[in-house]
């Protein structure tokens, strides 16, 4: 063990207290363990328990004339010490049930007791019972043996805690000792007259009855008996040396209480006296109004509100700092020592505290149900009394009226439990909103007027006690259940986990201990003046001829000289160095405490009544009061952080902090709960670790980590609360509310229900399709909704501000700044709500929608950010990015094609929709790309929407600017990847059917029909390469749009760059093969469409990246895409005015022709170029030559393959014409038209020798006759819902204004620049409305109308027009023909 048991053999005869010096010390010294090194020496004294003897004290202690004081603190300090070591077992026991016999499975497993519970269990019921008479053999055998093998090993497990059984037998004796000393030699236990000792007496009288009272907790009797057990079978049958002295204690206090009424009873009628002196405290503790009205907790008098500093009540202000500890010395007094009941005041003062408390707190969150006990133990003692005065009422006066107290005791403890149960919350609710008030009050009036902080300092420390008891005594009551039934736990009670006042309590606290802090200079300088001012009195009563004729002696002399050197000894303050004042009056409150020590003992020839009587005559404070009240301002100078610690620390709630967590998260957010509440909250958790006992080490580490998780959870909660109020505004609901606006298809759903009504209410905000009006939060039955968004705004700001402002919480090595956790809760709450609406419950949300919700909240972060010291709009735009892209910067400068390039998560989703169902349709939706209206539709719904809702310019810009240039590179890297498969597709096609190419080839040129037709039926899937071909065609024609898309953005956001790229573009130099630069200059030109010819430069750039297009077989390309006009697709192929395509999406074929054709030649020349290069060593001016020449050669080339593909389409098309393939005619012969518009290297002039313009002209008539749209090509002024306007002139290359709704610059509709040397004067044409003027950069670019002819044609009008109008000018013939032409004006 710890400690021999020699050692205790020398405690048997332990010596009286007031003995010679080495006997008196002997008791003290053996409790080092449980002492920490300021409490272990001799000569230092250190009580954490009781304010009042935090200073030093040495050297009149041991005189005959003076209390030995040092034997108190050290015994106060010593009952926590045990308290801790029993706390700790109980824990290791999982917190048995000794009085019940209850003992849990981890009980057995904890290896403190042998896991045999036959012999354990009775053991500990036959207690006082040696083993040796309870036949143990037979209960159970085996288990004995099995202790017979193992006693060794269980012995050791046990002794410890057996030696913890010893230690409370001697702190039984030793305190027992000490209290009867203090009680038979202390004059006087007043607290107005001697309150120090009296805190001091009171203290350790209440660690005696909570030591007792808790160690019924642990399982005395079996720890004593089966150590006792296994000593005999390890010492050869031979009792433990103290077993029967530890038998005759635990069943001296079995139940403790009534042990410690019999041990108690001769210190029962001080104790009687002490609790009729602090009862009128307690009475006005509780009187809420009189506190109230009164003004004790206010800083200025309550009747004359102009004088400032209150000193109406400056003692029982002082008074209410110990209402706490008084109403423990009530409830512990009278428990046991109940005689002290029959006093006739107590009975009020029992009843006022019994009835606001249902349990006693003995140690940490371990308590006695107070009610239970005091019916069990205090009941039947006032019962005997009352039998006792009954029988004596004949013989004695008195025997009347003690009979007369008896009963009315007898009634109140009888009923008082069932009054606690019902009223004990309800007193407490009221006390702490008094608290709330006052406290409240209090910070506002100490923060606007801080210079009367220090002179109503004690008021504060009154304030703050009384707070934290209702704190602490709220959480205490959380679970208790009351029952008249010992063994009844923690079951749920009526207690209001959602009371509010929690939080302002706490609040409060913390705001007064943080002006406390703030302005402790200053407190520190006043109590400074305060003890200066205070030599001179003190000086001055000594003087008086009272205390002359008392005829001190030289001890008492000399102490109070010193007293008054220390005094005047103080250093002024002077100016603003206060706070650099270091003062220590530790050996002033020494001194002075020596002093009460020795005039309140009895032995003393001068005591504490000769000192009042000789110094109160002089009308003035006596000498007593006086240097109390220096003693209590002392320790404002250089403890005051130790008192703000004792009065305001809430370190208990670590034993609660589950209930802290749930009442924090019931009324932090609720109605009343206020988001600054969250400061305290968390401060509280600073304290935690000063629970720790120092001597389990092991509970540092716990209650330190238990701290940590406490603040992450609250912090949690915080954070969760913040992202709930954001997300209350930022919902359809919130600020969405405010933002309505109706959809086209919504309004027209309004207008036709609105139409249904007969009488349309005026006064109704929606309608009866559910779609809310804009405007419609004004109505009046809309105020709430707008009430509770300007109290979630206002709830918002003052947390992000409180935050923001909030000091950092330190728990031990833990640092918490809430600023950042704030930072990463709102940017990661963004980037959630980022992810989540990207998708709607059906599919992917509209881009424009998307980047609306994402202003929205955008906005909401702003608001908060007003109130953050912190740019939260560098951290959204940080999410943005890492959702747009993820790979390192260094890649963005290289623009070769890395290896991998990723995305960020949102752009990698919204780019992997748009591919898989636009581009790819894999939903089979039936997209068809529209040229004249620039989107995509589908058939039907693509996911939510149709596919113009998430195509078309607008829905495209919206993406652009949400994931900028990232999101258009992925989506471009996708579309071009996807592109290249479909191009390797074509590659194998070409070079598998190279011999049926070549041949078809020889009979195209040869005009064999019939040869040609039998190598077509060689060529396997042509069907399937067309579809190919068709979803290559529609990937450029979404890139273009996404490229025009990025170009109106940039213009919009970067002009200057935008123009710097389109002047750039213009005259970078023509050359094959092109430099690097020039290569990455078209590229960004391109993926910002100011490139004239978008398609060919995309699908080069392709087949660079993946070296494409680099065999022989490729010269057979247009022969390949000449024989898809012979496929069997045709058959279902339809032209649609309203679109300016086919219903097939056929004309992407002719924009991947004109591509693909364009980019092989390039890629062509440039490869030749190169093998030339590396062959040659000419000079530098013959290698621009040649690059010029290429370049030339390129574009003859092109417009060679093109015309080759031409020349054999349109030869295919008119051989096979018939009057059952007529429909099929008409197709194929207006995509060859389409292809002539869209290609820049196929003039019309070149289509001309095969499709006559006439017949054209005549196909498109009839289409736009037949049209149901003829109306709205009427009203339009834009060639693309009416072709024939062309037919007006000669040549139609000018354009007019687009007709639909997204206005266009004319630059991105002219087309793609044309090479042809035919159009490259400029022409004038004269008619009736004016003049139309055209260069060579602006051609007609009609989606579905003919095209233009070269300057020396004339046109020919047809002849069954069916307008009877003639004229000057062709012009008003077409004004009203059929076919749709307009008229310019």
């Known amino acids: 063990m710890a400690k021999s048991w020699q050692h205790y053999s020398a405690q048997d005869a332990s010596s009286s207290p007031t003995g010679g010096r080495s006997r008196e010390w002997e008791g003290p010294s053996r409790w080092t363990e449980y002492l920490g090194p300021d409490m272990s020496s001799p000569v230092s004294l250190r009580s954490s328990r009781n304010a009042s003897f935090d200073g030093k004290v040495q050297g009149y202690g041991g005189s005959h004339k003076g209390l030995n004081m040092q034997w108190v603190v050290q015994l106060i300090e010593v009952a926590d010490g045990l308290m801790a070591k029993m706390y700790r077992l109980n824990q290791i026991l999982d917190y048995p049930d000794p009085v019940g016999h209850v003992f849990s499975e981890a009980f057995w497993k904890s290896g403190v007791f042998p896991n045999h519970p036959r012999i354990c269990l009775l053991l500990s019921k036959k207690f006082p019972e040696h083993f040796s008479k309870l036949q143990l053999e037979r209960v159970d055998k085996p288990s004995l043996d099995a202790l017979h093998d193992s006693a060794e090993v269980h012995l050791q497990s046990l002794e410890p805690w057996v030696q913890l059984l010893l230690d409370l037998m001697a702190f039984r004796e030793q305190a027992l000792r000490l209290i009867l000393d203090l009680s038979s030699t202390v004059i006087t236990l007043l607290p107005h007259q001697n309150s120090l000792i009296l805190h001091a007496f009171m203290d350790l009288f209440c660690s005696f009855v909570r030591v007792n009272l808790f160690s019924e907790k642990m399982p005395r009797k079996m720890l004593l008996q089966m150590y006792n057990l296994l000593h005999a079978m390890s010492r050869n049958d031979r009792d433990f040396d103290y077993y029967h002295r530890l038998v005759q204690f635990i069943d001296s206090y079995d139940p403790p209480l009534k042990g410690l009424q019999e041990d108690l009873n001769f210190v029962s009628p001080r104790i009687g006296e002490v609790l009729e002196a602090v009862g009128p405290i307690i009475f006005l503790s509780t009187d809420t109004r009189k506190l109230r009205n009164e003004g004790f907790l206010s800083p200025y008098h309550p009747r004359y509100p102009d004088i400032l500093t209150n000193s109406a009540h400056p003692m029982r202000a002082q008074d209410l700092a110990n209402v706490t500890s008084y109403r423990e010395w009530v409830l512990l007094g009278y428990l046991v020592c109940p005689d002290e009941l029959l006093r006739v005041t107590s009975i009020d003062i029992a009843l006022v505290v019994l009835k606001e408390n249902l349990v006693l707190s003995l140690f940490r969150d371990e308590y006695i149900l107070l009610h239970e006990d005091y019916q069990l133990y205090v009941l039947p003692r006032i019962l005997e009394s009352k039998k006792m005065a009954k029988s004596g009422r004949t013989k004695q006066k008195e025997a009347d009226l003690e009979y007369s107290v008896a009963k009315q005791v007898e009634k109140m403890i009888s009923e008082v439990h069932e009054q606690a149960i019902l009223s004990c919350d309800v007193i407490h609710r009221e006390r702490r909103i008094l608290l709330k008030q006052e406290i409240g009050r209090m910070v506002l009036f100490f923060t606007d007027q801080p210079s009367l902080l220090a002179p109503n300092i004690q008021m504060v420390f009154s304030a703050l006690a009384l707070a934290q008891n209702e704190v602490i005594w709220y959480f205490q009551h959380v679970g208790v259940a009351s029952s008249k039934s010992k063994t009844t736990r923690t079951v749920a009670v009526d207690i209001d986990p959602n009371d509010p006042t929690i939080g302002f309590l706490l609040d409060g606290m913390d705001r007064l201990c943080c002006l406390v802090r703030k302005y402790i200079a200053a407190i520190r300088g006043y109590a400074l003046s305060y003890l200066s001012s ?22 008492l002399k000399g102490l109070f000289q010193r007293i008054v050197q220390h005094l005047e000894n103080i250093p002024k303050p002077q100016g603003e160095n206060i706070s650099a004042i270091t003062c220590d009056l530790s050996d002033f409150r020494k001194d002075w405490l020596s002093i009460l020590m020795i005039v309140t003992s009895s032995r003393s020839s001068i005591n504490i009544r000769h000192l009042e009587k000789a110094t109160v005559s002089t009308g003035k404070e006596g000498l007593l009061s006086e240097g109390n009240a220096a003693y209590n301002w002392s320790r404002c100078v250089d403890e005051l952080e130790s008192q703000l610690s004792k009065h305001g620390s809430l370190k208990k709630l670590y034993f609660y902090h589950q209930h802290l967590t749930a009442v924090f998260r019931n009324t932090m957010f609720g109605p009343e709960g206020r988001p600054q509440h969250c400061c305290a909250w968390l401060g509280v958790a600073s304290s935690f670790p000063e629970c720790a006992s120092p001597i389990i080490p092991e509970e540092v580490t716990k209650i330190g980590r238990d701290a ?27 600020f969405g509310a405010l933002e309505i606006q109706l959809l086209p298809e919504q309004a027209a759903f309004y207008l036709n229900n609105a139409s249904r009504v007969s009488v349309p209410s005026a006064k109704s905000p929606k309608v009866a399709a559910g779609f809310p009006l804009p405007g419609h939060e004004s109505y009046p039955e809309n105020n709430n909704s707008i009430k509770m968004l300007e109290a979630a705004m206002q709830r918002l700001t003052n947390l992000c501000s409180v935050l923001n402002d909030m000091e950092p919480i330190c728990v031990l090595n833990h640092v918490f700044v809430l600023r950042e956790y704030m930072r990463e809760c709102i940017l990661g709450n963004f980037k959630r709500r980022l992810l989540a609406a990207l998708k709607t419950d059906n599919d992917l949300q509209r881009p424009s929608t998307l980047e609306s919700m994402i202003r929205r909240h955008m906005s909401i972060v702003h608001l908060a950010e ?28 290289l623009f070769d094609k890395p290896a991998e390039q990723l995305a960020g998560t949102a752009t990698e989703v919204v780019c992997n929709w748009y591919m898989e169902n636009i581009v790819k349709d894999i939903s089979g939706a039936g997209i068809l790309f529209t040229p004249i209206h620039k989107c995509f539709k589908s058939t039907r719904p693509v996911g939510g929407y149709f596919a113009e809702s998430v195509t078309d310019l607008r829905e495209l810009q919206a993406f652009v600017r949400l994931f900028g240039c990232y999101g258009v590179d992925r989506l ?68 273009n749009l996404l490229a025009e898309a990025a170009g109106a953005i940039l213009e919009e956001g970067a002009p200057l760059i935008h123009s710097l790229l389109a002047g750039v573009v213009k005259h970078i130099p023509q050359g ?27 699908v080069r750039s392709i087949l660079e990246e993946v070296g494409g297009a680099n ?29 300016g395509g086919f219903n097939n999406n056929i004309h992407c074929l002719a924009r991947c022709i004109s591509a693909v054709i364009a980019g092989r030649e390039y890629v062509k020349l440039q490869r030749e170029h190169q093998q030339r290069q590396s062959f040659s060593n000419s000079r530098d001016s013959e290698t621009l030559d040649s690059e010029i020449q290429s370049c030339v050669s390129a574009e003859a080339s092109i417009k060679s393959a093109m015309q080759v593909f031409v020349k054999f389409a349109a030869g295919v098309v008119l051989d096979s014409w018939n009057e059952a393939t007529r ?32 017949i054209l002209r005549s196909i498109y008539s009839q289409y736009y006759s037949n049209s149901p749209s003829i109306p709205l090509a009427l009203l339009s002024a834009s060639p693309h819902h009416s072709p024939a306007i062309s037919l007006t002139h000669a040549s139609p290359v000018s354009r007019q204004p687009r007709g639909d709704s997204t206005p266009q610059n004319s630059a991105y509709n002219s087309g793609y620049f044309r090479g042809s040397s035919s159009l490259s004067q400029e022409h004038l044409y004269e008619t009736e409305s004016g003049n139309l003027k055209s260069d060579n950069k602006h051609r007609n670019v009609r989606r579905s109308g003919p095209l233009d002819y070269s300057s020396s044609r004339k046109v020919k009008y047809v002849e069954g027009s069916t307008s009877g109008n003639t004229g000057p000018s062709p012009l008003p013939r077409f004004a009203v023909s059929r076919s749709g032409p307009i008229s310019y004006k």
């Open 1111 to 1139: 065999d022989d077989s490729w010269s057979l390309l247009p022969y390949l895409f000449a024989i898809f006009i012979t496929s069997n697709i045709w058959n279902t192929t339809g032209f649609n005015v309203e679109t």
């Open 1072 to 1098: 094959i093969p092109e430099k690097k630069e020039i290569r990455r200059m078209k590229g960004v030109a391109n993926s910002v469409g100011v490139v004239v010819d978008h398609d060919s430069e995309w």
């Open 708 to 734: 940590v998780l406490y603040v992450e959870s609250l912090i949690e909660s915080i954070m969760g609360g913040l992202e709930g109020l954001i997300n209350i505004l930022d919902s359809e609901g919130g």
């Open 866 to 893: 007003q109130h953050i010291s912190m740019d939260l709009t560098q951290g959204i735009r940080e999410v943005l990015l890492s959702e747009a892209f993820t790979c390192p910067v260094t890649s963005l400068h």
């Open 972 to 1039: 471009d890297r996708m579309m071009k990847d996807h592109t290249a498969a479909l191009l390797n597709c074509i590659d194998t096609s070409l070079r598998s059917n190279r011999e049926v190419l070549e041949a078809i080839a020889g009979s195209m040129h040869s005009g064999d029909r019939i040869e040609r037709e039998a190598c077509l039926k060689q060529i396997v899937d042509l069907d399937t390469l067309i579809g190919f071909c068709i979803e290559a065609g529609q990937a450029l024609a979404f890139d």
């Open 534 to 555: 205070c030599a001179g009195r003190i000086r001055f009563l000594l003087g008086t001829a009272g205390m002359v004729a008392l005829d001190l002696d030289a001890t």
């Open 1223 to 1254: 429909s099929h005619l008409v197709a194929k012969l207006i995509f060859l038209d389409q292809l002539s518009e869209i290609s820049p290297f196929l003039p019309r002039t070149s289509l001309e020798p095969y499709v006559p313009y006439a």
